[in-house]
């Protein structure tokens, strides 16, 4: 990794994973340092801008306690007008980095998320969806006189209103949350404890840190093994530690010295996962075609070998061609499903079971197996 006022030019995916340093950090204007990225390069775009809070006043708790809120100079705009044309200028960088069928996702606050969104959309950038971060421990409102802000919103959008095959892990997602689809809800706790980086005087680095949860389910959702992603808003780094642990390829751009400096030593300290752990959610759909007869070719299930149901209802004859006689009628796993229950239709494959020393096994179950010999041969 290196931190650099001058970034060079990086090559487009694929091509830049065979960079020796693939995860960077330029500092520097975003705006100025995207414009040294080649165009269509990147997968994922991660950005958390200044939030533009316009505090005109300290903010103090009824004991008269200071609050520590954003007040840094990054976060100050002279009007609306000044933040929106800043928005549109980082966003227009971002646009022309993003290949064709690459996404982006924005987080904010109430403050300027709504004015994002809209641009976004004047832009050309198509919202897929937006998604509430809801804080399980969220800053109380110490004057009440609103409610507790307990939520940010992120804006997930791809780069075009007829953009086609970007990433989307529904099946994944879905696997790892009990096979129910994951909502645009989603709980997670402030970035607190040993994930808070601390400057040297003990306090917090930076006032907007995001948790690393959060970046995850981000970068899991939304991008494959080996994707570029950027953020230009880089921060303390947290999108870098996680696009590394994730084993995917990182460029940050911070303006800040001192945020990239630590971001910098936190990516270098960042282990990976195993392979196998973030290898890519292989569906059904993506799955080598396996035909009944192959299990027979390969031994798994025997001629003559007897299926039946998981109650054991009805029982069916393998033959040595593939098909499967059910008394009388033969046909396919599938075909002969369908008639023992009076059906339509039926998957075979998730129907009928065989005898095994381990029990009554799920005749899938031998598929899956000669699916992942199949893998390993190919590797």
């Known amino acids: 990794m290196v931190v650099s006022r001058r970034g060079a030019p990086s090559r487009a995916p694929r091509g830049v994973s065979e960079n020796s340093q693939p995860h960077r950090i330029l500092v520097g204007d975003c705006v100025s340092e995207m414009a040294k990225l080649p165009a269509n390069s ?15 006043n300290d903010l103090k708790r009824p004991d008269d306690s200071h609050v520590d809120a954003v007040t840094d100079e990054w976060d100050k705009f002279d009007s609306f007008a000044a933040y929106d044309a800043f928005t549109k200028e980082w966003l227009k960088a971002t646009r022309r980095v993003l290949k064709p069928a690459g996404t982006i996702w924005v987080i904010g606050s109430y403050h300027n ?45 791809t780069r075009d209103a007829n953009a086609k095959g970007y990433t989307f892990n529904y099946e994944a997602l879905k696997a790892g949350n009990e096979d129910v689809q994951v909502r645009s809800d989603w709980t997670f706790p402030l970035c607190t404890g040993g994930e808070r980086l601390k400057g040297e005087d003990g306090k917090k680095l930076h006032p907007t840190q ?3 949860a959060l970046l995850a389910r981000v970068i899991l959702s939304s991008s494959k093994p080996d994707d570029l992603v950027l ?22 751009i911070e303006r800040e010295e001192k945020y990239a400096r630590a971001a910098k030593k936190r990516i270098d300290d960042m282990q990976v996962v195993p ?16 035909a009944f007869s ?12 007897r299926l039946t149901d998981s109650k054991k209802r009805y029982k069916a004859i393998v033959r040595a061609d593939g098909a499967i006689a059910l008394g009388e009628a033969v046909g396919s796993i599938h075909r002969m499903g369908a008639v023992a229950q009076g059906l339509d239709a039926c998957n075979g494959w998730t129907f009928w079971h065989i005898e095994t020393p381990k029990g009554l096994t799920l005749i899938d179950t031998l598929r899956a197996q000669m699916r992942a010999e199949m893998s390993e041969a190919a590797e």
Do not use: C
């Open 113 to 157: 998320i709504f004015r994002v969104g809209s641009i976004m959309q004047d832009m050309g950038f198509w919202i897929l969806n937006d998604v509430v971060w809801r804080k399980k421990n969220p800053m109380p409102n110490f004057r009440g006189r609103r409610f507790t802000n307990a939520h940010e919103t992120m804006i997930w959008a």
């Open 210 to 212: 995001k948790p690393e």
């Open 275 to 290: 392979s196998p752990s973030i290898a890519p959610f292989m569906t059904a759909r993506e799955a080598p075609r396996v």
């Open 294 to 305: 192959a299990l027979i070719e390969r031994g798994l299930v025997s001629p003559g070998a």
């Open 42 to 56: 990147v997968d994922l775009v991660f950005a958390d801008p200044p939030y533009n809070l316009q505090l005109a």
């Open 231 to 252: 953020d230009p808003f880089n921060g303390t780094g947290t999108t870098g530690a996680v696009a590394k642990r994730l084993g995917r390829r990182f460029i940050g």
